[in-house]
């Protein structure tokens, strides 16, 4: 079992940059592939990012392509996302999740990670 902590958040300008970090429990993190979803009030959870267990598979939703940046250090058990040129449709409650299981592609669907954390909150005013 896996326990994740994100810490990070907060209210930025937009054009501005954040970085938000999600610390795993557990001896088997660098077994899990990484995702970041987001939820902004009234939407549905969307996907941002995805990296696999080893970093050598990295997914980005298109509306953060070019701009956001997973990244992960399992020496820390960490998962990282870099958020650069933040927008105000930016603005949502940020989760980080690990997943298990089997296959060797972006995994993009909420359903297919086990374990979430509590969400930290991004908010970028215009």
């Known amino acids: 079992q896996v326990q994740l902590v994100e810490s990070g958040g907060g209210l930025v300008q937009a054009g501005g940059s954040q970085r938000l970090s999600c610390a795993g429990s557990?001896?088997?993190?660098?077994?899990?592939?990484m995702g970041w979803f987001r939820q902004a009030p009234g939407k549905e959870r969307e996907f941002v990012a995805h990296i696999s267990a080893s970093a050598g598979n990295i997914y980005y939703s298109d509306f953060v392509k070019g701009r956001f940046t997973i990244s992960r250090d399992n020496a820390k058990n960490t998962v990282y996302l870099q958020m650069n040129s933040l927008k105000p449709d930016d603005t949502a409650v940020y989760y980080c999740?690990?997943?298990?299981?089997?296959?060797?592609?972006?995994?993009?669907?909420?359903?297919?990670?086990?374990?979430w954390g509590q969400g930290t909150q991004v908010t970028v005013s215009s």
């Open positions: 557990g001896r088997t993190f660098n077994a899990y592939y």
């Open positions: 999740a690990a997943g298990a299981s089997s296959g060797l592609r972006a995994f993009t669907r909420s359903h297919e990670y086990d374990y």
